[in-house]
C-alpha cells in the first residue's frame, strides 16, 4: 500500500505519519493472516487469542480505510484490504477451511503492500520474510494460548533460520552490511534488527517468540520504506550529494582547497566555520564556492544542509581548484554521472592530449585552405594552454598563416576562465567594428553552453556529433543528476569512459544562438512547443551545434 511521498522520511513515499500508520497496519495485518492460515491446525481457538484477532483485525481495517482517505492511497486495495481483514477472523471461528484461502489471499496482499513497489530478488525476499512472519504469528500465537500444535520446536526453528536468511540476504543486498552506515543509519539498524531478532525469537522461543517477531516484521516495515543511506564518500573521489533536494558537487574531496558546486544560489560552511558564498564563475554553469577541507571525515553545511565528507590523507591536484577547477569538477562529474567512482588523479588542464593537438592543427589547416591569412591566438599559463597555443603557432608557421593581436580569425585555446573574457572581448569588438572577419574558434574543450552562447556564432573542431544519440543521452543523464548542468566535452568522453576510443575524423561545428518563430514580447509559445534550444538532450542550450565542414584531412 503506497503512502504517496514526503520529505520527512525522504522515502519514495512515505510522510512520518503514514509510516507510523504503516507500522501499525501491516504487523497486525500479518498477525490476522497467521491465525488464519494455522487454525485448521487446531480444534478449538482460545477465547482470548479469538479476541485478539478480532481487535488487530477491526484495527487493521480501520488503518487502511485511513490510509485511502489521508495518504491517497489506492481506493480499491484499500477496500479490499479492509473487507479480507474482516473476514479472516469470523472465517476461522465459523468455517476455518474458508477462512485460510481467505487468509492466504490477504497475506498475498500484504506482500504487495510492503514491498511498496520493489521487484526481482528483493520482492522475493520481501514474500519469504512476510510470508515466513504470519506463519510464526500465528504458531506463536497459537502455542502461547496452550492450543494443541505440532512440532513446536522446530518449526520455530525453520522459521526463525528462514527469516534471518532473507535478513542475511538483503544485508549484502543493501551495500551496508559491511560500513559504518549499518549502525549509524535508520535504515541500517532496521535491517540489522530484522536479520537479529528472529534467531532471538528462535532462541528463546515461548517466552518472546510473539514480540519478537512482531519487533522484527516493524523493522523489516520500516527498512522497505525508509530511504536508502548514500554512499560513503571515498577520499579523492569527487562528491556528488543531495541538499534536500539540491544537487551538491565537491571535487576533488581531498584535504586543503576544494570546489564546492551548487546548481543555485546558496552558502558553504565546513562544520561550524563561517559561511562561503557560492558565486558564478567565467565559463562556468551554477555556482561554485572555495573551501579549505580538513583531512579525514568532515562535513559540509550546504544551504542549512548537512553533507558528510571524506578527504582522506593524500595530496589533491593543484588545478581541481583555481581558474580551471570548475571545468575539472564537471569532467569528473560526467563519470560520476555515467556510476563510475574513479578517484581525480589529473586535470584535463593539466596535459594536452594527442586528439586536442591533431584537432588544432587541421583547424589551422582549414584556415589556411580558406585563405586567412591571420589569426590571434588566445591561450593562458596551464599546461594545456600552453602547449596548445605552442602547437597552433607551429601549425600556423607551416601553413604561412601569421599570428598577430589583430588577426583576421580568433582562435581560443585557454582554459574557460581566459576563454570567457576573451569571448568576451570579441562579441564587443565585433558589436563596433567588423573584427574578425574570417570567425571565432575555439578548442575542442572550449564547447559549453556558458562560453559559445556568448557570442552569435563560434566554430569547434570536433570528433563527434552533439546532436548523436550518444551526447544527447550524456546531456540527458546530466541534467537529470545535476538539473541546469551545462554540457562539456571533457565531461562526455569521462561519461563515455576510458574503453571508449575518440574517432579519427575531425570535423568542423558551428555553435550559434538560435531563435526560431521568435514571439512577441511576453507572448506564451504554442502547447507543446519547446523554445529552441530549451529541454533535456541540447548540449548546447538556448543554441545548436551543426556541421559546416567535411572530415579534415
Excluded at 564546492?260 to 563561517?274: C, I, K, R, Y
Aim: proline content about 8%; aromatic content about 6%.
Amino acid at each position: 500500500m503506497d503512502h504517496g511521498s514526503h520529505p520527512v522520511t525522504g522515502s519514495a513515499g512515505l510522510d512520518l505519519a503514514a509510516l507510523i500508520v504503516r507500522l501499525v497496519l501491516l504487523p497486525a495485518t500479518a498477525f490476522v493472516a497467521g491465525i488464519g492460515l494455522l487454525r485448521p491446525q487446531v480444534d478449538t481457538l482460545p477465547r482470548r487469542l479469538r479476541q485478539v484477532t478480532v481487535v488487530l483485525g477491526g484495527l487493521s481495517a480501520v488503518l487502511a480505510v485511513v490510509s485511502a482517505v489521508a495518504f491517497d492511497v489506492n481506493v480499491v486495495g484499500a477496500v479490499v484490504h479492509a473487507l479480507l481483514v474482516l473476514a479472516v477472523p469470523v472465517l476461522t471461528t465459523r468455517r476455518p477451511p474458508v477462512g485460510r484461502w481467505v487468509a492466504t489471499a490477504l497475506l498475498v496482499l500484504l506482500v504487495l503492500e510492503t514491498a511498496l513497489g520493489r521487484s526481482g530478488v528483493e520482492f522475493a525476499i520481501d514474500t519469504v520474510y512476510v510470508a515466513a512472519t504470519a506463519a510464526w504469528f500465528g504458531l506463536a500465537s497459537l502455542a502461547l494460548a496452550r492450543a494443541e500444535t505440532p512440532r513446536l520446536g522446530p518449526l520455530s526453528w525453520t522459521l526463525g533460520g528462514v527469516l534471518a536468511l532473507a535478513g542475511a540476504v538483503q544485508l549484502v543486498l543493501s551495500g551496508v552490511a559491511f560500513d559504518r552506515r549499518l549502525y549509524e543509519t535508520g535504515f541500517g539498524i532496521a535491517l540489522l534488527a530484522a536479520f537479529v531478532l528472529p534467531i532471538v525469537a528462535a532462541v528463546l522461543w515461548r517466552r518472546v517468540a510473539v514480540v519478537g517477531v512482531a519487533a522484527a516484521f516493524v523493522a523489516w516495515s520500516a527498512f522497505v520504506a525508509l530511504p536508502a543511506p548514500a554512499e560513503l564518500p571515498v577520499p579523492g573521489v569527487p562528491l556528488l550529494a543531495d541538499a534536500g533536494g539540491t544537487p551538491v558537487l565537491v571535487s576533488p574531496q581531498r584535504p586543503g582547497r576544494n570546489l564546492v558546486h551548487l546548481a543555485t544560489a546558496g552558502s558553504v560552511a565546513v562544520g561550524d566555520g563561517p559561511a562561503v558564498q557560492a558565486v558564478a564563475r567565467p565559463g562556468a554553469s551554477g555556482f561554485w564556492a572555495e573551501v579549505d577541507l580538513p583531512a579525514g571525515r568532515s562535513s559540509l553545511v550546504v544551504s542549512g544542509r548537512t553533507i558528510e565528507v571524506d578527504t582522506g590523507s593524500a595530496s589533491g591536484v593543484a588545478t581541481a581548484s583555481g581558474p580551471d577547477g570548475p571545468e575539472c569538477a564537471t569532467t569528473a562529474l560526467g563519470g560520476l554521472v555515467a556510476g563510475r567512482k574513479d578517484v581525480l588523479t589529473a586535470c584535463p588542464a593539466d596535459a594536452l592530449s594527442e586528439a586536442d593537438a591533431d584537432a588544432l592543427r587541421k583547424l589551422v589547416g582549414f584556415l589556411a585552405a580558406r585563405g586567412t591569412g591571420s589569426i590571434t591566438v588566445v591561450g593562458d599559463s596551464s599546461a594545456r594552454g600552453t602547449e596548445a597555443a605552442r602547437v597552433v603557432r607551429d601549425a600556423a608557421a607551416v601553413s604561412r598563416v601569421a599570428v598577430r593581436p589583430d588577426g583576421a580569425a580568433l582562435v581560443v585555446v585557454s582554459g574557460w576562465a581566459q576563454a570567457a573574457s576573451a569571448l568576451d572581448g570579441a562579441a564587443a569588438a565585433q558589436r563596433e567594428r567588423p573584427a574578425y572577419p574570417y570567425g571565432l574558434y575555439v578548442a575542442p574543450w572550449l564547447l559549453t553552453g556558458p562560453l559559445v552562447n556568448t557570442v552569435a556564432s563560434s566554430t569547434v573542431p570536433l570528433r563527434f556529433d552533439p546532436r548523436e544519440q550518444a551526447a544527447v543521452s550524456y546531456a540527458v543523464a546530466l541534467d537529470n543528476a545535476f538539473p541546469g548542468e551545462a554540457a562539456t566535452v571533457t565531461g562526455f568522453r569521462q561519461w563515455l569512459g576510458p574503453e571508449q576510443p575518440e574517432p579519427p575524423r575531425v570535423q568542423l561545428f558551428a555553435a550559434a544562438q538560435v531563435n526560431a518563430m521568435p514571439m512577441a514580447p511576453g507572448q506564451p509559445h504554442a502547447p507543446g512547443m519547446d523554445v529552441p534550444g530549451e529541454g533535456a538532450g541540447f548540449f548546447v542550450p538556448q543554441g545548436t551545434v551543426v556541421p559546416i565542414s567535411f572530415p579534415l584531412g
